[in-house]
C-alpha cells in the first residue's frame, strides 16, 4: 500500500477525517473544503464503486468500519448517515428503518472510536432540529427538551448513540440541522420546482416556522466544529432568523419572478402522511444560540439573502 494512503499512520502535514454519507448532499459538500485544505478525507459507502466515481481519486472509500485498521490516524469523524425521514409513511416498519440507518452507524462508530489508537480527537454527529418536535412560535435553543413524538426520539436516540463516544474522551458535538438551502441539492430545487411551473403551493396556513440555513454557512460551521475545540455538544444549525412558511414562500417566488397564489387544506395532508405531515404544516423557531455565543458569523442571515444568492436575484 503506498505511504500516502489515509489508512496509514498520516503524513506529518493535514489532518484526516472519516465521514459517513459522505456521497450525500451535505457530505459531498463537505469534502471540498477539506481536501482543497490538504486535508484527506475517509468516506464510508454502503455502493463503494459509486462512491469512488462519485467522490475522486482523492477520497479512501470503504465500504465498512472494518477495513479501518486499529493504527490509522483519524483526526475526526463526520457521521452523516441515515435515511431520509421524509418519503414514505411513517409505519412501524419504516420507523424502525429510520432509528437503524442513524443508530446502528453511530454505534459502529462509537466502537471504531473505541479501537483507534491514538483515538479520534472529536465526532461531529448529524442531528435535526425535529429534536424539538412541535412547539408552535416558542423560540427554541439548545436547552430545550426532546417531547414524546417520534422526529424527537428519532434525534435524541441518535444524540445519545453519538455521545457514547465521549467514554473514550472523544470531543461530540450533534448538529442539529434545520432544512439546508442549495441550489443544487436539498430541499430546495423540490420546493422551486412547482414554483417555476406556476404551480407553488402553502401548505396549511403558512403560519408555522421555517427555520433554515444556507449550505455554504452549515458547511462552514461543521469545518469550525472539526477544528475549534469549543464547538461541543448540542449546536443548533439554523441561520438566525427563522421566517414563516408563507413569507418564505413569497420570497421564493419573488427570486423566481413567479405568483404563490394557491393553498392546501392541512386536512388533505394530515390524510395522506398522517405523522408525518408534522415535517410540513408544524415548524420549529429555532435560534442558533450556541453558535453565536461561540462567535460564529453568519453570511446569509435572512432568508431573502439567501434565495437572492442562490438564483441571482441580489
Not at 453568519?298 to 441571482?312: H, N, Q
Request: aromatic share 6%; hydrophobic share 45%.
Amino acid at each position: 500500500m503506498p505511504e500516502t494512503s489515509p489508512l496509514l499512520p498520516r503524513p506529518s502535514m493535514g489532518r484526516t477525517w472519516l465521514i459517513t454519507g459522505a456521497t450525500g448532499f451535505i457530505g459531498s459538500h463537505l469534502i471540498k473544503p477539506l481536501l482543497r485544505r490538504g486535508d484527506r478525507v475517509i468516506a464510508l459507502a454502503r455502493r463503494p464503486v459509486h462512491a469512488r466515481r462519485q467522490l475522486g481519486a482523492k477520497v479512501h472509500v470503504v465500504a465498512s468500519l472494518d477495513e479501518v485498521p486499529a493504527e490509522t490516524v483519524i483526526d475526526g469523524i463526520v457521521n452523516l448517515a441515515g435515511e431520509c425521514i421524509l418519503g414514505l409513511p411513517w409505519t412501524a416498519a419504516r420507523r424502525r428503518k429510520l432509528l437503524a440507518s442513524r443508530i446502528d452507524t453511530t454505534r459502529a462508530i462509537v466502537e471504531l472510536c473505541h479501537r483507534l489508537h491514538p483515538r479520534p480527537a472529536v465526532l461531529v454527529n448529524g442531528s435535526a432540529i425535529g429534536y424539538y418536535g412541535v412547539r408552535g412560535d416558542e423560540p427554541l435553543d439548545e436547552n430545550m427538551p426532546s417531547q414524546a413524538m417520534f422526529q424527537s426520539r428519532l434525534c435524541s436516540e441518535w444524540e445519545a448513540a453519538a455521545c457514547a463516544a465521549a467514554v473514550d474522551g472523544v470531543r461530540v458535538t450533534c448538529i442539529r440541522t434545520g432544512v439546508v438551502l442549495s441550489g443544487d441539492g436539498g430541499a430546495l430545487p423540490r420546493l422551486a420546482r412547482p414554483v417555476r411551473w406556476y404551480a407553488g403551493a402553502i401548505l396549511g396556513t403558512g403560519h408555522n416556522w421555517l427555520s433554515w440555513i444556507h449550505i455554504d454557512d452549515l458547511i462552514r460551521l461543521l469545518l469550525q466544529t472539526l477544528d475549534n475545540g469549543r464547538y461541543t455538544g448540542a449546536i443548533n444549525g439554523t441561520a438566525p432568523e427563522p421566517v414563516r412558511y408563507e413569507e418564505f414562500y413569497r420570497l421564493l417566488g419573488r427570486a423566481l419572478h413567479r405568483p404563490i397564489w394557491m393553498h392546501v387544506p392541512a386536512a388533505i395532508i394530515k390524510a395522506g402522511l398522517g405523522e408525518m405531515s408534522q415535517l410540513l404544516l408544524e415548524g420549529q423557531r429555532v435560534i442558533p444560540r450556541r453558535a453565536q455565543e461561540l462567535g460564529f458569523e453568519f453570511r446569509y442571515s435572512t432568508a431573502a439573502r439567501a434565495l437572492s444568492a442562490i438564483y441571482g436575484t441580489a
